[in-house]
């Protein structure tokens, strides 16, 4: 096995938004490796049974699925919690669930950005909050935030997410540095342009050149499994860490963004 299988035999993992997508192939792929547990959890009951039911079946009594709604403190808690009691410990917090959350700024209010911060912000910071405590009395462990590349390629008519993810980016990196001397690992990981639900939510499909949530698992597992500060998915999310914020990029990246956001105010939605 590699050294990014053996990272992940014997551990102890809850990942949150575990039912499809992303989360699933994370919680399976370490499984393949060799993870004790992993714990799935989940609003959506009837898909957490049907993966729960086949996981359990190819790996005995190590897939567990706990209900959870990330969006409510109280939920997160517990979930953490029961996940604590049947694993023994969290050795990993994969903090997944989320939403793509696109749409006119304008026709936005500000209900709507609450509940977009409750989703994709504040629930990886119940997570953390609830976890931490767990790992501090073990003496290690790993935080791990599922952002997007949209946090370095703030895109038009994705206000919401852009913000989102870029608020959790920041304290995911700030947080990092706070736990270092506790042996506690926290790194932010961008899964790349991938064929999940999120397009369908978002009233469209996923580009020709989407890898599969089984590929960008991978990569996630890789550069977490190393420590990596920031584990970016795919080129596209490279490319953007590298020029969004640099001064010497800056006006291919106004007619870069510019020309996605006049395309999708016309009706095409470009990536």
Not at 22 to 39: D, F
Not at 182 to 207: D, F, L, Y
Not at 227 to 240: A, I, P, T, Y
């Amino acid at each position: 096995m590699n050294a990014t299988g053996e990272y992940y035999r014997g551990k102890v993992a809850a990942v949150t938004g575990a039912a499809s997508g992303i989360g699933l192939a994370l919680a399976e792929t370490m499984l393949s490796y060799g993870a004790e547990k992993v714990v799935l959890a989940d609003f959506n009951d009837e898909n957490l049974a049907r993966e729960t039911a086949r996981l359990d079946k190819a790996y005995p009594g190590k897939a567990l699925g706990l209900h959870c709604d990330v969006t409510k403190k109280g939920d997160v808690q517990k979930m953490i919690r029961k996940a604590a009691e049947i694993g023994g410990r969290i050795d990993i917090l994969f903090n997944n669930a989320g939403a793509g959350l696109g749409g006119s700024f304008d026709k936005q209010t500000n209900e709507d950005w609450q509940k977009a911060f409750a989703l994709n912000f504040y629930g990886a910071l119940y997570g953390i909050r609830a976890v931490l405590p767990i790992m501090r009395k073990q003496g290690s462990g790993h935080i791990v935030d599922i952002i997007s590349g949209i946090a370095f390629s703030p895109m038009a008519y994705q206000t919401m997410y852009s913000a989102t993810k870029a608020a959790l980016n920041g304290l995911t990196l700030a947080l990092r540095y706070e736990l270092w001397d506790e042996n506690i690992r926290v790194t932010s990981a961008t899964p790349g342009t991938t064929a999940t639900a999120i397009w369908k939510a978002g009233g469209t499909e996923p580009p020709p050149n989407a890898q599969s949530p089984e590929q960008s698992a991978q990569t996630i597992l890789a550069g977490v499994a190393k420590n990596e500060r920031l584990v970016l998915g795919d080129q596209g999310d490279v490319s953007g860490a590298r020029a969004c914020f640099n001064p010497d990029f800056a006006a291919g990246q106004d007619d870069y963004l510019l020309n996605v956001a006049r395309k999708r105010r016309s009706g095409q939605w470009v990536v």
